[in-house]
């Protein structure tokens, strides 16, 4: 774990800048996997389905194997790319929002989000349940207003909403 | 209801058919708002339909609940096809239908066929006409054809492995004419095309053509059905569709209509099919609706029950015939 | 001057108290459709539309155009304030109008945004009105070829002007080509890159990748940075509007250039999205502040919002006369169009004088009604930014969340926008450039489609781009564009050689 001369441990640029040149790589590798099956020719109007995936493929190949080499050439300049702890705040809204996603899927986004609201504003926030639980109360009605009712855009709904006959 | 019912019953057998289609309506009616999946994008010939049907439902207050449009044109249909079949027994649901509704599964490979959704009803089929631009010195058929002997035409049309690529393929086989298939990506941009000069011909559907005829920019030739268009109505000076000879007439043996037809998921109770049929039938009614038609040229066969499944059934045969002798089959 | 009698008539169509109060009711209801990116323009006139079948033709015509005036204003509002893009010809403004808003200048980017839409629009109209007879064919010239010509325009127009790596901007650009060709391939009806996912079938949509690259990842970074968004400070008052219009002064030239790219764009029609970008890439280039484009120029707002709303603005009369709709949004109004037995094309000016003149007259009132509306409403919309991070950051993921399913109905959407959210945050933090990205995302497509069609109509044939005066001068300006940069260095060493 590469030290900062000005103080805290981190994860490191290098690691960063390796991780994703060579997830582009992979990319770049299904890319033109794709075109080789598509077929990567130039027939006699004009190229395949597969030619321009293969050759962008190769090119982002080439493009990301360089900034690859030139991440690992400066690998000894020990630059961090965040720090611990604020790799640790950037988790605190990623993870609910991770969360979120997820919830989406199984009590719909109305319940979610007034989760997320309440765990934004009470766990980041600080602020006391008697703010947050008007405001998450207040922005899922909204939606549900503007959205299902004025528009008639349905939104992921779960249980809950079923058993109120939506 | 039940005791109401009996006593007219008894008063008068006239009485009795109505209030039994009340009876039916009442039995079962959407609970919540109607989702209206078309398997194309904004603006296209199907995703017009059914926002017509959409607004003469909500003009005509044919339902209690709302209808909802929803483009799901991803992967030329198979995205709303494949969402359709998983939500089995959702009576809130229905599909509008066009060509793909066969050409995707047999041409991508997508695991779906149309047996696995419930068919409601036909509406109507859309006609396919040939159109050439008013100053190409071509106004027949024959001349048409005769000039693809010679030098290879540029046909324009919409998506590749559909429809309109299909009904060139049939042209080259049954007249020896030579093509070059152009697929753009919908049916106005084609037709502007065609005004433009940068194809030679297309195999348009009426309302998507019928502007830049009645402009004079563009001349049909003739119309893959079996009879003429039965519409009349003079579009431009001299012509109306019904003045339209049909291919085969014409010496081009090819017949093609599209599917415009309604489709529920499978699993669904035939009291909940039947609501629909009749929410359609009273669509169909409409002068709204009878507009579009006429518009639209649409060939107004419809068909439902066992008689819309036996079309199905041959339609589909007929497509996987057509789109294997053109090569089109996914691998 | 039979136009102008039949558009004074039109003014006395739409000055009718009803319909001036479904005007404003439009604008507004736009404003709210424009600032949530799930209920865009096209959204908010579909679902509407049956509801318009109460009213006359045109009336139901002025309201729902006004929505679609109203949400082109209220696109720029979240670009600016958030960094979220809700159409993809928001992109532009983001890369100038965010950073305006982080220096605390909210106010002064939103009024030049407002303000340049209103002017794009505007001339488009004029354009519309005075020359619509000569340039209503203008569209027809353009084949595959001629559209790959101006594709490739912008994309010439804008390459090169990101500053640090080259092959990450490559590297960028080309994750962004490969995005945007996941999907059915148009030309020969094959699916390509799906690897036989379902969801990946619709291919990535610009909102859900854009909300993540974007929105998404601003957030994560400002968390990073302390939980703050930074420049929510700033005097923010309608004195701010008269200050912005006096700076505004001193950019006539782009205003004009990028009205006029604008108007191009839209009757060719390629679209408000080329015309955006193309617009804003003109503007660096030929400023002499060029460098300092990205870090909140006003010139970098001015720009696309002109000529993305002169595009779309004057894209209506391709729309009108031809039938093609230049974007989604048109393509719904075009459908209303036909259920009220108005069939567009070349006779719709011919037979239907009364609804086009009323429509046309509609476009004035409604975009100075619309501009009124929001430039009074922009020190509310600035004050957003002092809402406390935590409850405007919960907002806008939902906001997001709502955004990126709307687009397809489709829940895995929200995962894809979270995943492009980390992705973006990576990349920002590693200094990749995000707009090649973006801009290969949105045009790839079609430039792909274009070019092949174009050689299929060839025969295989590269002649084709040069086949007739219109292509090959478009051709020809784009490699100028490619070229700039060294002609005009050699351009500026030349007199100083000469001097030696």
Redesign the interface.
Known sequence: MPQFAGGGSGIG?TT??VV??LL?VA??G??VS?GLR?GNGW????????Y??FW??I??IS??G??LV?ALRRRGEGRL??TWP??F??F???AP??V???A??FVG?YAA?AG??L???RG??G?PLRQAVP?AAA?VTV?FL??EIW??????KGPLEHALGF | MGLSCRRVLARCVAVLGLCCVAATAQAWEPSKPVQFYVPA???GGA??MA??I??IV??HGLMKQPM???N?????G??AF?EVKEKKGDAHLLLITLSSLFTTPL??G?PFRWTDLTPVKMLALDEFVLWVNTESPWKSVAELVAAGKTQ?L?MGGT????ED?IITVAIGRATGAQF??????GG??V???L?????DTTVNNP?EA???W??G?VRPLCVFDSKPMPYPQKITETMAWADIPTCKSQGLDVEYLMLRGIFMPAGVSAEQVRFYVDLLDKVRATP?WK??MA?GAFNQTALEGAEFRAWLEREEERHRQLMAEAG?LAK | MSELAALFHGFSIALEPTNLALMVAGIVLGVLIGV?P??GG???V??L???T??LEPVSAIILLSCIYWGALFGGAITSILFNIPGEPWSVATTFDGYPMAQNGRAAEALTAAFTSSFIGAFVAILVITFVSPLVAGF??????AEFFAVMFLAFASFIGLSSG?P??T??SM??G??LA?V?????????????GS?EL???FNFLVVVIGLFG?SE??QS??EG?TFRGREGRIDLRAVLRTWAEMLRHKAIVVRSALIGCWMGITPAGATPASFMSYGVARRLSRHGREFGQGRIEGVIAPETAAHAAGTSALLPMLT????GS?TA??L??GL??W?L??????FVEQKDFVWGLIASMYLGNVVGLVIVLVAVPWFAAILRV????I???I??VC??GA??V??A?FD??LM?IF??LG???K??D?PLAPLVLALVLGDRT??S???????S??SFAIFVSNGLVASIMALGFLMLFWPVLSKLWSRRPAAAGA
């Open positions: 640029q960063v800048e994703l040149a582009f990319v770049g299904l890319a794709e598509l027939g006699f109007d004009g190229p395949q389905a597969g321009f995936p962008i493929g090119l982002l493009a990301s360089v900034t030139q790319f965040v604020r790799l705040l950037v605190r809204v990623l929002a991770a979120y996603g997820a989406i899927f986004i989000s997320l609201v765990w934004f504003m980041i926030g602020f405001v922005l939606t503007v959205f528009f008639l855009v349905p939104l992921p | 994008g904004t603006g995703d017009q926002r017509t959409q607004a909500a003009k909802v449009v929803q799901k044109g991803g992967g030329a198979a995205e494949l041409a991508t997508v290879k540029r998506g590749s492995r559909q690529h070059t298939y152009v697929p753009y990506k106005g941009e037709a502007v095309q005004v433009g000069g940068h194809v309302i019928v502007s830049h009645k402009a920019k709204e507009e579009l518009q089109f | 949530l799930g209920l096209a959204n908010g579909a679902i539309l049956p509801l079948f109460t569209a027809l010239r353009f084949g595959p790596s092959f990450k490559m590297a080309m994750v080509f490969l060709g999907g059915l391939d148009t030309v020969t009806g094959e699916l390509r890159g799906t690897f379902t079938m619709r291919g998404i957030i994560l968390i990073e939980l031809l039938g093609i709709p989604p393509a719904v075009l459908g036909i259920m037995g069939q567009p094309g070349p006779m719709l406390p991070f935590p409850v950051a919960a907002i993921l939902v969340a709502i399913y709307t397809n109905n829940a929200i995962v979270l959210g980390v945050y990576v990349m933090k590693l990749y792909e489609q070019f092949r069609q174009a050689l299929l109509l025969e295989g």
